[in-house]
């Protein structure tokens, strides 16, 4: 999944570059479609599988602001008041 994620973001580079430089030299209509497609394919492929890949394996609740969460953290400040 690590080298997936990795290839994935050098295609993705490289289309940014391609976009840019169809866009600046050749046309624009072409290079703003170019560029569209791999905002595209940023947003709905890439980050999905980069968030999937990091947080698997971890538990969700505990990066919920629950009552024990919130509980666990107001003691932390009470247990060491000299870094205020």
Known sequence: MKY???I???????????GIY????????????ILGV?????VFILFPLFIYHRSKG???????FTKENIDKMSNKD?????NQ
């Not at 169809?22 to 479609?33: A, E, R, T």
């Not at 009470?78 to 000299?82: A, G, N, Q, R, S």
């Open 4 to 6: 997936l994620i990795q």
């Open 8 to 18: 994935l973001f050098i295609c993705i580079l490289f289309g940014f570059g391609s």
């Open 22 to 33: 169809v866009k600046s030299q050749i046309n624009d209509l072409s290079g703003d479609q």
């Open 38 to 42: 791999t905002v595209l394919f940023t």
């Open 58 to 64: 971890k538990k969700m609740s505990d990066y919920m």
């Open 78 to 82: 009470k247990k060491y008041p000299d």
